[in-house]
């Protein structure tokens, strides 16, 4: 009962300030156009920020089935900025990790940036049902080889890797 009272009680706190509302503007909303004008003149993303896909998308499917489980390509050789769009075919759950203790230091944070939805340190999405994709950019990845594996089937060896020129 200690539990459901303190879920309760901590649940409408949340609520009502969800509800709270939005503050009131400053008195010198002048400022705020000033900003508003100033945001457009930015054209690099920030540190940390997605880069976008300025090339190929490529595609690698996700295939699980009585031949093992498997990435086709498990290799795939592309340029800088383009995107690998990993989609599941069969035999999920299936997902895309790179051991953060083999990327290169200089790529790793701008590879997590350019992982959405990760469900850990370099761990894409979990991917249930087929045609789920997943699409990761390599818009500003060093040069280099970057292994990746599927967690749920890592053991049965499927891995592949990206070769970016």
């Known amino acids: 009962m200690r539990f459901l009272g303190f879920a ?83 035999g999920g759950p299936h997902n895309v990790a790179f051991d953060p203790a083999a990327v290169p230091a200089a790529s790793k944070a701008q590879l997590s940036a350019n992982m959405p939805e990760q469900a850990g340190e370099l761990s894409g999405k979990m991917m249930l049902n087929a045609d789920e994709s997943y699409t990761i950019s390599f818009g500003g990845i060093a040069a280099g080889e970057y292994a990746f594996h599927c967690t749920p089937h890592l053991a049965m060896n499927m891995k592949g890797v990206i070769t970016v020129k």
Do not use: N, Q, W
């Not at 509302?21 to 540190?47: I, L, Q, R, T, V």
């Open 8 to 90: 309760v009680v901590t649940g409408a706190a949340i609520m009502l300030g969800a509800c709270g509302g939005e503050k009131a503007a400053p008195a010198d909303s002048a400022a705020a156009p000033a900003e508003a004008a100033a945001a457009p003149a930015e054209a690099a993303p920030a540190a940390g920020a997605m880069a976008p896909i300025t090339g190929t998308t490529h595609e690698i499917k996700m295939i699980g089935d009585g031949a093992g489980y498997r990435f086709e390509p498990a290799a795939l050789t592309i340029a800088p900025g383009d995107g690998v769009k990993f989609i599941l075919v069969s």
